[in-house]
Structures are given as C-alpha cells and as structure tokens.
C-alpha cells in the first residue's frame, strides 16, 4: 500500500528499527548538519530531532540513507521498478483473448496513476493558512560554515509552462534571505529554468511558483528522477505508488501542490530580477560558488497544524542523495536499454557524484561499437552531462571497483582507445573554463579486435580448469584454509 504522507513514512521507519527520535534539544546551525553527515557515513538511522532551537516543529532528516530505507521508500527493488517502467514502455502486442485482458488490466492500472484534484478541505496542507509569510518560524538548517545563509535543501518546486500548461516538478534548493524571500536555484539546463526563461520571454512579470516541503517518499523521489520533459512527474509518483497523488488548488497562484504536504509555499519569480545565491555546501565534496539567480517572492504559506519539516545534507560522498542516485541508475536502465539494448548494465559510482562517471558493460557486437555507445549517451538527457564513460565488455562486473580498474588499466591504450568531445556539463562542475560548457572524455577498455587494427592477439584471462575447481570444492574444508574472501567495496549498490 501507498504511504499516504510522510509521517506515514517515519510510522514505518520506526516500525522497523529504523528511526531514531532524538529528544537532546539541537540547533539547526550546523549541529544537526554534523550528526547527520555521521549517521549517513556510518549507516546509521533515519533522524527526527524533536527539539530544535528551542522550538516544536521537529526535523526529519536522513529518511533515504540506506539501501534497506531507499527501498521501505519505493515499495520495491530499484531494479523491479525499472523492469516495470520498461514494459509499460514497450508493451509486447497481445496475441490472443487471455492476452487481450491482461492488456486491459495493464492498461487500467496506468490509467489509475493520474494524478487527482481533492477539495481544499480534504487537504492536510490547508490546516492552517498564512497570508503573512514568515519563514524565521521554520528550523530551515545552516549546512556548512561557509554557507551563504539558510537552505531550503528537500524543496519540491512546481512550476507550468506558460505556454501549454505542463506541470513540472524539481528539486531546487533555496537559499533564505529573509522571512519571505528566497533565490531560486534553477540550473539552466532544467525544466523549471526552461519555465521560467520562455515567461520572460513571452513579457510575463511575476511567474507563478509553489513549493511543496515533505510529502510521501514516491513523491520526493520523482521530484529528482531525471523525467523527459513532457513526464509529469507526479503521473510517475503515481506509477511508483501504484495509485494517484491527491493534488489541491493554491490559494494564491494558479498551481496545484499535493495535498498531504506538510508546508506549502505560494509565490512569485520576478523574471527580471536576479540575486547572488550561495555559496552552497554541494553534493559534490566542494562548495558551488555563489551566482546570480532569480528571486522567489512568497505570499502565502499553507501548513499543517503541527508540521514536520524534513531535509537532507549533501557534501563529500556517501551522503543520502547518493541513494537516491543509485535508485535512479538502477530504476532507468531497464528504461535506456530500450533505445541501446546492447547495454548490459551500468555503474555511476557514488564517488562520481552523478555525472562524473559512468562505467558501462555492453555486448560488444562490431567494431566500433564501444565508441557508438558513448556517443550516444553524450546525446540523452542528463547522461550528457557525463564528464568520463568508460565503457566495457559484458563479462565485466561494473558494480566491482577493483575489476573496473584492473580491465581499465589492462585494456586501454590511452592514444588509441581514449577520445574527447566537448559539449555541455553540469552546472556544477567547476573544472569547465567556462560554466555549462566543458570536454568530456570516453574510454574503450573492451578487447580489442584485428578487424579494429589490433594487429596482435589478444591475450586469454588466466582461467582455472572447471574439474580441478569442483575437485578443490571436495577437499577445501579438510585443508583448514580460510576461505579467500572477496573485499566488498562499501559504497557497492546493495551492501
């Protein structure tokens, strides 16, 4: 069943031995940025601080930071979701009758995954209404020490395009400047900038904006799946719950937010005024400098009664949002094997943080074909920002840190097998000499064929023999060996 908000949620985290209700009185300046960059590191619980700043609204943090949580959140294996999601995708022709039916049962179930408007009294996010804004009564955190002030860092921003109305929905983090003013953090190359641009284009002054903070974890999640854009995200936090979202009316600006939010923030975008924003604590290990963006003005903040605020950290890996990272890689493969079936799985090391690597293994089926993959990935959505792909033959365990560099290391010679292209980056990166725009680096370490010009043989992999294997098998206990055990790499998906 479908969590129906986020407590929930944290109903069931406590339920399983995977919540930690900290009553210490804490401050939201760094203190609980501390404990929870530990519990992560540590793998340790999901956090409710109940006592911060001496206030009573509590803080829940650290609600996706293991694997186990990740998948309480989602219902399901990443890997299942995505199988899912592919056969509704690529649906195979029915043949006969009992074909036909179980079609028509599929096809219900997408139908049951559109979102839904509910009355504004039906909402729990409508309990209490304040048309003066003020967000010094939240514990918004001080992340890092140098910070350019508060962040709003578990934002579920919503935004329509002015021109056809699609919804869109993303996780821009906002920066505080004062109790109802925020910037807004829109990299250019998302859809919510997209939004905000064609507006400004178009002579639209104030642009409509709400943000919803704390809904149901399918909810959270889908906010930061990288979607096509014409996906609206709430039809696949649909999917992932396996029923509707209940949206409801603003009460200000002509947008719909989820009616089990715990807080909702109503406003505007001038779209002719821009901010310093930052700098920031970033989910890269670094501090992303501050830079102009726009401005969010709020006018009206919609809660509940006794609200939960939730919010997550990111800095040096592993951090939470690297979970959530590792559910997207595993969630949209299935879905990327549909337009390159020839890929065999794929790795984005959590120490690449996104978009810094990519380690994919393919059945290699011509020359050339390592060089195909890659280029074709540099054309598809966010895998375009994708700094190195270092592509692999089938038989290789990408998820292996130790066998990625050993083939790296063996397969690669870097005048033939390495190639560069330049193009756009994450906004992010600050190794490009200019923002958005930098080179990216693809790396063949497949075995090279002769109909590729390698003029000599390739060598075997050293092999043991299938029979003196078993035969060891029989004996090995009565040797008093120690079992040679495989080092696990601890950031490997599902430790």
């Given at each position: 069943m479908a969590y129906k908000d986020l407590r929930d949620f944290l109903k069931k985290l406590k339920e399983e031995g995977e919540l930690l209700e900290v009553e210490l009185p804490v401050s939201s300046y760094l203190e609980i940025t501390e404990i929870a960059d530990r519990a992560v590191k540590a793998g340790g619980p999901a956090l409710?601080?109940?006592?911060?700043?001496?206030?009573?609204?509590?803080?829940?943090?650290?609600?996706?930071?293991?694997?186990?949580?990740?998948?309480m959140a989602l219902e399901d294996e990443p890997d299942n979701i995505g199988r899912k999601a592919a056969k509704l995708l690529k649906p195979e022709k029915p043949s006969g009758f009992i074909d036909k039916v179980k079609k028509l049962v599929e096809l219900k179930k997408i139908a049951d995954i559109f979102p839904k408007e509910v009355p504004k009294k039906r909402a729990p996010c409508k309990e209490v209404i304040e048309k003066e804004p003020d967000l010094s009564k939240f514990p918004i955190l001080f992340c890092w020490p140098k910070d350019g002030g508060r962040f709003i860092t578990l934002p579920l921003v919503f935004t329509k395009d002015p021109e056809t109305g699609e919804r869109n929905c993303g996780m821009y983090r906002l920066?505080?400047?004062?109790?109802?003013?925020?910037?807004?953090?829109?990299?250019?190359?998302?859809?919510?900038?997209?939004?905000?641009?064609?507006?400004?284009?178009?002579?639209?002054?104030?642009?409509?904006?709400?943000?919803?903070?704390?809904?149901?974890?399918?909810?959270?999640?889908?906010?930061?799946?990288?979607?096509?854009?014409?996906?609206?995200?709430?039809?696949?936090?649909?999917?992932?719950?396996?029923?509707?979202?209940?949206?409801?009316?603003?009460?200000?600006?002509?947008?719909?937010?989820?009616?089990?939010?715990?807080?909702?923030?109503?406003g505007y975008v001038e779209t002719n005024e821009f901010r310093f924003e930052g700098p920031f604590g970033d989910h890269t290990g670094y501090y992303s400098l501050p830079d102009f963006y726009p401005v969010f003005h709020i006018t009206c903040i919609t809660r509940r009664k006794e609200p939960i605020y939730p919010a997550t950290i990111v800095g040096?890996?592993?951090?939470?949002?690297?979970?959530?990272?590792?559910?997207?890689?595993?969630?949209?493969?299935?879905?990327?094997?549909?337009?390159?079936?020839?890929?065999?799985?794929?790795?984005?090391?959590?120490?690449?943080?996104?978009?810094?690597?990519?380690?994919?293994?393919?059945?290699?089926?011509?020359?050339?074909?390592?060089?195909?993959?890659?280029?074709?990935?540099?054309?598809?959505?966010?895998?375009?920002?994708?700094?190195?792909?270092?592509?692999?033959?089938?038989d290789v365990n990408v998820h292996d840190i130790g066998e990625v560099i050993w083939r790296w290391g063996n397969n690669v010679d870097p005048k033939r097998d390495v190639f560069f292209s330049e193009g756009p980056v994450d906004a992010l990166d600050h190794t490009?000499?200019?923002?958005?725009?930098?080179?990216?680096?693809?790396?063949?370490?497949?075995?090279?064929?002769?109909?590729?010009?390698?003029?000599?043989?390739?060598?075997?992999?050293?092999?043991?023999?299938?029979?003196?294997?078993?035969?060891?098998?029989?004996?090995?206990?009565?040797?008093?060996?120690p079992t040679p055990l495989k080092k696990p790499n601890p950031w490997s998906w599902g430790f």
């Open positions: 409710l601080f109940r006592k911060v700043d001496g206030g009573t609204i509590p803080v829940a943090i650290n609600l996706f930071g293991t694997y186990k949580r990740l998948k920066h505080v400047y004062n109790k109802n003013t925020t910037g807004m953090h829109w990299h250019w190359h998302k859809v919510g900038a997209k939004h905000f641009l064609k507006a400004r284009k178009m002579g639209i002054k104030k642009f409509p904006v709400a943000v919803a903070i704390g809904s149901d974890p399918a909810v959270i999640y889908s906010a930061t799946a990288p979607l096509p854009e014409d996906v609206d995200e709430m039809v696949f936090a649909g999917f992932l719950r396996g029923k509707p979202v209940e949206m409801v009316k603003c009460e200000t600006v002509d947008l719909e937010v989820p009616a089990n939010a715990e807080i909702v923030l109503e040096k890996p592993p951090m939470e949002d690297c979970y959530l990272g590792k559910a997207t890689e595993r969630i949209f493969l299935p879905l990327l094997r549909t337009q390159l079936p020839e890929i065999v799985d794929m790795n984005l090391p959590i120490e690449g943080v996104f978009h810094n690597f990519a380690f994919i293994s393919i059945d290699k089926r011509y020359p050339g074909h390592a060089r195909k993959v890659i280029s074709a990935l540099w054309g598809m959505g966010q895998m375009s920002f994708t700094k190195n792909i270092v592509i692999f033959d089938k490009s000499p200019i923002p958005f725009y930098g080179s990216k680096m693809g790396v063949d370490a497949t075995r090279k064929w002769k109909s590729e010009g390698f003029t000599r043989d390739w060598p075997p992999d050293i092999e043991m023999d299938e029979r003196i294997k078993r035969r060891v098998d029989e004996i090995w206990d009565k040797l008093g060996i």
